[in-house]
């Protein structure tokens, strides 16, 4: 299995990608967290043409406070379908509790007031078919770059590149980079990130190239939740929001009902994400 890259990456990285596809992970790091841009790719900005099969590609955008979205920018109703998007029929019942339109880049990230797109709503460049799971995890990584360009003197390089294998509908997941500059223009590299998030949802298995899913059933045993002891909420394994976490914030893993005993833990807003009907 080969996926499609838009550049040339370690082996190393594609090793690890392609083995835990099918695993629980729902996200890892590449390059040791840094970001792959080349100088030449500092200044561009922008989203792909579609491919022969009409999948999005790679989106660039440079964030700064003066592209971020505000009360003046109410998004629009989305109307378009990405590809893998399910239909409103009965068969399609299970995939439309699953699947969201996922931007590349974020709406809260970036409007621009020249851009006439903006104004249609989201176009096919800009979205693609993702989960509701994978969607919330690549939003908490959005809302790290608005912090940081909520200062005007700050400003972040952001690309996010969708990874489809072969002619599948669904994408396999997403890379997202992001390269974190201050006020004097110097990279803080505490900051800056590059992960590649899967296209996955918790109990559910993903047919990439049709769409379609298929619901698993829950295990009568109980789940372990991580703890987050500074916050006192409970997470799934694999959460985005415990991904920097000391080791020493985490305790050991609790059943649910030790955890709902104890009357003092709340869930993560991230993880604590059922399939509901």
């Known amino acids: ?51 022969d099969l009409y999948r ?69 460049k800009r979205i693609f078919t993702g989960t509701r799971f994978m969607n919330n995890v690549m939003f908490y990584y959005e809302k790290k770059i608005a912090k940081h360009v909520d200062n005007p003197e700050n400003h972040v390089l952001y690309r996010v590149t969708p990874y489809f294998e072969g002619d599948n509908k669904l994408v396999y ?20 990130f590059n992960i590649f998030v899967y296209n996955k949802q918790p109990c559910v298995k993903i047919n990439y190239e049709t769409g379609k899913v298929l619901l698993e059933k829950m295990s009568n045993e109980e789940p372990n939740y991580v703890i987050d002891k500074k916050k006192n909420k409970y997470h799934i394994k694999g959460c985005a929001s415990i991904w920097d976490f000391d080791q020493d914030r985490t305790s050991d ?10 009357g003092i833990y709340h869930p993560c807003g991230i993880c604590d994400l059922g399939i509901k009907e």
């Open 1 to 51: 299995m080969k996926l499609k890259w838009g550049y040339e990456i370690s082996n190393e990285d594609r090793k690890r990608i392609e083995k835990d596809l099918f695993t629980d992970k729902v996200y890892i790091k590449l390059n040791e967290n840094e970001p792959y841009f080349a100088d030449n790719e500092k200044i561009l900005e922008g989203f792909s043409d579609l491919d």
């Open 56 to 124: 999005c590609g790679v989106a660039f955008a440079y964030i700064s406070k003066k592209t971020l979205s505000n009360n003046k920018n109410k998004r629009t109703s989305l109307k378009c379908k990405p590809t893998g998007f399910p239909t409103k029929n009965e068969e399609s019942k299970n995939e439309r509790l699953v699947f969201q339109r996922c931007h590349l880049i974020g709406h809260q990230l970036f409007v621009k007031k020249n851009d006439k797109d903006n104004n249609k709503g989201a176009n096919l």
């Open 173 to 192: 997941g997403v890379q997202m980079e992001a390269m974190f500059f201050n006020r004097i223009g110097k990279e803080d590299k505490n900051s800056s």
């Open 253 to 262: 893993s609790l059943k649910k009902s030790e955890v709902l005993k104890e």
